[in-house]
T-cell receptor, first 108, second 115 residues
Framework: RKEVEQDPGPFNVPEGATVAFNCTYS??????FFWYRQDCRKEPKLLMS???SGNEDGRFTAQLNRASQYISLLIRDSKLSDSATYLC?????????FGAGTRLTVKP | SQTIHQWPATLVQPVGSPLSLECTVE??????LYWYRQAAGRGLQLLFY??????ISSEVPQNLSASRPQDRQFILSSKKLLLSDSGFYLC??????????????FGPGTRLTVL
């Protein structure tokens, strides 16, 4: 089992749709979690940090379920500019593990 | 504010040639520094990390090496490149926060093609 697993997608959704990504992790002692966004041929940029049960920032909501060892990212009212790859990152004792990413395309 | 620089942005090198990629951070002191590689369509793989000058930890055995000659400078090197070294190389930094790694911030990356 991979340490961090994500559905690679692609997710193709129309503008205004709500889309959710899941990420599962194998180390139950993981301490903190992050979602990064990566545009094509660019560096990853931090989208959200998740230290407790969840976090909300505008149209983006991240939730953490420690019992089931998964993190989710919900995007409401999708914009064309949300098209990117979303990386799930799990931290355990200063060891950050990255998922391979979920690709999202928002279409007009 | 903190900024992180990497150069060059793009590099095409022949097999067997040497490599030197540089990363510098501004606006912070004593950061943790990291080198990652991202192969096409794959996740980020941690190559090296450093918690201070001259302190380098290697995550995977390979023909790459890293050095940290100054507090905010991190260098990735190779004496002889392999075809499999092609990829997107990303440098990142984080603040030391009570022993727990805080959020990592990435530089713009170097896209390396080995021919």
């Amino acid at each position: 089992r991979k340490e961090v697993e994500q559905d690679p997608g692609p997710f193709n959704v129309p503008e205004g749709a709500t889309v959710a990504f899941n990420c599962t992790y194998s180390n139950s002692a993981s301490q903190s979690f992050f979602w990064y966004r990566q545009d094509c041929r660019k560096e990853p940029k931090l989208l959200m940090s998740v230290y407790s049960s969840g976090n909300e920032d505008g149209r983006f909501t991240a939730q953490l379920n420690r019992a089931s060892q998964y993190i989710s990212l919900l995007i409401r009212d999708s914009k064309l500019s949300d098209s990117a790859t979303y990386l799930c990152v799990v931290n355990h004792n200063n060891d950050m593990r990255f998922g391979a990413g979920t690709r999202l395309t928002v279409k007009p | 504010s903190q900024t992180i620089h990497q150069w060059p942005a793009t590099l095409v090198q022949p097999v067997g040639s040497p490599l030197s990629l540089e990363c510098t951070v501004e606006g912070t002191s004593n950061p943790n520094l990291y080198w990652y590689r991202q192969a096409a369509g794959r996740g980020l793989q941690l190559l090296f990390y450093s918690v201070g000058i001259g302190q380098i930890s290697s995550e995977v055995p390979q023909n790459l090496s890293a050095s940290r000659p100054q507090d905010r400078q991190f260098i990735l090197s190779s004496k002889k490149l392999l075809l499999s070294d092609s990829g997107f190389y990303l440098c990142a930094w984080s603040v030391k926060a009570g022993g727990r790694t805080d959020t990592q911030y990435f530089g713009p990356g170097t896209r390396l093609t080995v021919l």
